[in-house]
């Protein structure tokens, strides 16, 4: 039987994410989007917009730091799971390759220079800043206006009110602008612009579990000295395995597998926890 890639899983696992959104919507039960969901007397809500909230309004919300300790909790666990298997962004983004054969030889030679640049400075942290700061001034959680997440379920409920209510807004041609804007000019925005993988990425820095491991025996790089990369270009994080693994690096691990699936000898593998401590390859 053929082994079903963890692209397609993810891809299914985010259309059963806006499924639940449209029975939401179809029989009013209430349960919200991904960015602000729950059920009757229990809610969650992003923990990017509940913190701007706090700072915007300048007011303590103690149901919001329940919200905020679920989600570290959560984190812990899992790390950043959420940005692979439940964000739509990366499923957005296969429309618009990152791989682009008719960009131009100096445009590539700009995004590897701001690669590179990134790899020393994640300007994510500094977005995720700039996001709180902006909030706190001007009395309004900013970044949430152009969140593509939020946008993509505006822009379903919109549809979906349309359909139903006969209801048509301004928001159904300004929201998919904007994601298309942000899609086509923003392609590396996953891992260098988005303030909310930089604020999951700080907290799952404390997360020990499923976290990506090479088996050495197996690896070609390590087992027959054949240098081999795959694992690392195939990842969004641009992470390499075979370096020491850092709680900084693997903190940006979104658990995709994309590197486990790519691996030709099946040497990389995601156990809940392990006991041996990290070392070098």
């Known amino acids: 039987m053929k082994k079903i890639k963890a692209s397609t899983l993810r891809t299914l696992t985010i259309l059963a994410f806006v499924l639940l959104v449209i029975i939401g919507l179809a029989f009013h039960t ?4 991904i960015s602000a969901f729950g059920y009757q007397t229990i809610s969650a809500i992003c923990p ?7 700072l915007a309004s300048r007011t303590f919300i103690p149901q919001v730091v329940i919200s905020l300790a679920v989600f570290v909790l959560i984190t812990i666990l899992f790390g950043r799971i959420f940005c692979a298997w439940a964000c739509p962004v990366p499923l957005f983004r296969k429309w618009f390759p990152k791989n682009n054969p008719k960009i131009d030889p100096a445009e590539k030679e700009l995004h590897t220079s701001s690669a590179k640049i990134s790899k020393t400075v994640d300007t994510s942290y500094f977005v995720l800043g700039g996001a709180l700061t902006s909030s706190f001034i001007f009395g309004f959680p900013v970044f949430c ?5 939020g946008l993509t379920f505006a822009v379903l409920i919109g549809a979906w009110r349309l359909i139903q209510f006969n209801e048509p807004t301004w928001s159904l ?3 998919p602008v904007i994601l298309v804007l942000e899609l086509v000019f923003y392609r590396y925005s996953c891992s260098k612009f988005c303030p909310l993988g930089a604020l999951i990425s700080l907290v799952s820095r404390l997360n020990i579990f499923t976290r990506p491991k090479i088996d050495p025996t197996k690896c070609l790089q390590t ?31 979104t658990k995709c597998r994309d590197c486990a699936d790519v ?13 041996k401590k990290d070392k070098p390859l």
């Open 30 to 33: 209430g349960t919200g989007t």
């Open 48 to 54: 990017l917009g509940s913190l701007e909230a706090q």
């Open 145 to 149: 206006l152009i969140c593509p997440v």
């Open 173 to 175: 041609l300004i929201f």
């Open 223 to 253: 087992s027959k000295g054949i240098e081999c990369k795959l694992c690392k270009s195939v990842c969004n994080e641009a992470i390499d395995l075979h370096e020491p693994a850092k709680a900084s690096t693997l903190s940006r691990c």
């Open 263 to 275: 691996c030709p000898m099946s040497a990389i593998k995601f156990p809940f926890f392990s006991q």
